[in-house]
């Protein structure tokens, strides 16, 4: 049997599965990022993501100050939606000895400036030889113990808010997007969030993320989403990947206060867009015609 | 210009120069891992290692599981290098859909035996899919701030001492040796070391990374080195990779207590080598008829 008949999520179960993982370990894989107790205030979170040509960019198309930009920001992301802080990279980077150097030092400084402005410190690295051009950042940061926010704590009744505007990340945004670490650090210091995740496989795969870990359904309002500029039409927005926005869930007393006492001081729109239910109530949509569909991880599901 | 044509070190040093760390990072790229102030106690240490197909093994040749157990194996060796312990991975692999589950399941097992064995959790990962297997694992690690070793910490009069044999490692050493934590710890917490590193690209080569990083020169005895029984001639074996041996460097006062209080307890040998001597002495050896040998990174310097 092929790696390709089977899929890439059942080896990762199978693979988390096997491993034994000691009482440091708050949460292991199966979220944005890792949880792990370090000192008496703080969590560690650590994370990494890869980046692949021919997988997650093109060349040529993508410049390669962009393509070092997404690989940080990707995992910036990930901290964020733990309600963290990004402190401290590693790089490894496999690349072509036939390309330029020009093009490596594009790569770094995409790499860097997006290190800077989240004051990240790239701390080492390793660099190799690829045909394919290759990027794998790991990401190691903090969050104070009450502030961190996993996928698996929604409850029925919470309501379900979006950062910005979803879809049409394909036509550049989702190479030079800014993570929402300050968004998340606004909001996870002042409310109490029961559930979070960044989009980086479309809003409703990533809600599905939330509702399958959390063991609840939802309904989403299509009217009340809120739609990039660049975006096509509505199922593929909301079906597409890399928003990299925040999608999180409070309880409604929460969201309430949230909504009368902060959501005007902020410069990101946050916006509500749905409701947690029980889990036997599906994962639904209500249309534009306020008629019901049915969800599920990769959209619509057709009977 | 070409990347081939200015090489890694080049690029990789020009890489570090343009970053800017914070105070919190004691140790930035450079060392066998990054060394992270974190708690009153204990440094955190990172590192990262990369193996590709057709870099750092071949297929068919190295089985699944041994290049499995090497990629986790290399980063622990580095956390060792560093006097700490390791303990929590991320993995990414980028892999052919087109391989067997079976190859895929013996790869994870070589990885999660070799993290089982130095109590590692393994806490995350990403996979993808490539033409070339790659596999990059970073390792965050701990270490007590009295036993972490530089690789900068080398002075004139220390002597040089190496765990273990050299040499001969790629007969197959190379993808299922035993990375030295134990030794490691046994010797950082007893002892103070001046230096250590481990040696990854040969003998020659990483002592020279302890002269460089610690301006000093050093004088190597080729009768006290101890050639591995898988050992090329001796030339060979002092300049090709892959031992995973400690080599670290300590006082002489401190040489002389390790020696008489506590070499008899360790199953390993540890052999003294050489010693340090100013940078103007340069680098050298003495050889088999007792003649003086300059020495360089990459070997026996000919004039």
């Known amino acids: 049997m092929k790696l390709k008949d089977i899929g890439e999520i059942s080896l990762i179960k199978g693979f988390a599965k096997t491993m034994r993982l ?8 199966g979220d ?18 890869m980046v692949i040509e021919g997988v997650h960019f093109k060349l040529p198309g993508a410049s390669p100050f962009d393509i070092g930009w997404k690989a940080m ?9 733990m309600g963290g802080l990004p402190r401290y990279a590693l790089v490894s980077v496999a690349i072509d000895a036939e390309k330029s150097v020009l093009f490596a030092r594009e790569l770094v400084k995409g790499m ?8 990240v410190n790239i701390v080492g690295g390793d660099m190799s030889r690829s045909k394919k051009l290759m990027i794998d950042i790991s990401l190691t940061g903090e969050v104070e113990k009450p502030n961190v926010v996993l996928r698996s704590g929604a409850k029925a009744g919470d309501l379900i808010l979006v950062t910005g505007a979803i879809g049409g990340s394909g036509k550049g945004r989702h190479l030079n997007f800014i993570p929402r670490v300050k ?8 409310f109490k969030l ?24 939802a309904t989403l ?9 660049d975006a096509g039409p509505f199922k593929e927005a909301i079906s597409e990947g890399e928003d990299f926005e925040l999608l999180f869930t409070m309880s409604i007393g929460e969201a309430r206060r949230f909504f009368r006492t902060y959501l005007g001081k902020m410069k990101t729109p946050v916006t509500l867009i749905g409701e947690i239910t029980k889990k036997k109530d599906g994962y639904e949509l209500v249309n534009g015609e306020g008629k019901v569909e049915k969800l ?8």
């Open 32 to 49: 944005d990022a890792a949880v792990i107790k370090w000192t008496r205030d703080k969590y560690l979170l650590m994370t990494c993501d």
């Open 73 to 81: 920001a990707r995992n910036i992301s990930d901290i964020a939606a």
């Open 22 to 29: 000691d009482s440091s370990v708050v949460k292991g894989s």
């Open 194 to 217: 029961n559930s979070m995740i960044d989009i980086s496989d479309g809003l409703v795969m990533d809600l599905w993320r939330i509702l399958d870990q959390s063991r609840v359904g």
């Open 296 to 303: 599920g991880p990769k959209g619509y599901v057709h009977f």
């Open 221 to 229: 309002y299509q009217n009340a989403i809120p739609l990039s500029k």
């Open 183 to 190: 968004e998340a650090r606004e909001i996870v210091t002042r």
């Open 112 to 119: 860097i400036a997006a290190a800077s402005r989240f004051k």
